[in-house]
């Protein structure tokens, strides 16, 4: 961008010393759709460096809550792991009991 800065200043001074009226008049004109033009892609270059940061920021946002979803997914699957132990025990629990019944029950 410091080029078009650069060409402002040229037909600034260009303007300042030309004799000719039509040739200044034009020259200004060229000057100020220049500086329109660097206005624009200074204005674009901000809007897109918001957007860039938004983006990174959701990024970094959504990462976290992958990571705790993860976590919370592998807690689950320890719970899992957990019940489908302790129902292992219930039903080898269960069948001691039934043994045992029908151990006791011809005693009775």
Do not use: W
């Not at 992958?66 to 719970?79: F, H, S, T, V, W």
């Amino acid at each position: 961008m410091g080029d078009i800065k650069d060409i402002i200043d040229l037909m600034v001074g260009l303007a300042n010393k030309s004799k000719d009226r039509q040739t200044t008049s034009e020259m200004l004109e060229i000057q100020s759709v220049i500086s329109k033009f660097y206005i624009e892609q200074t204005s674009l270059h901000s809007s897109l460096l918001e957007k860039q940061l938004a983006l990174l920021t959701e990024n970094a946002s959504l990462k976290d809550r992958i990571a705790a979803l993860q976590k919370r997914e592998a807690d689950l699957q320890d719970r899992v792991a957990e019940l489908e132990a302790q129902c292992g025990h219930e039903e080898e629990l269960q069948a001691q009991i039934k043994k045992f019944r029908d151990f006791i029950g011809p005693i009775r």
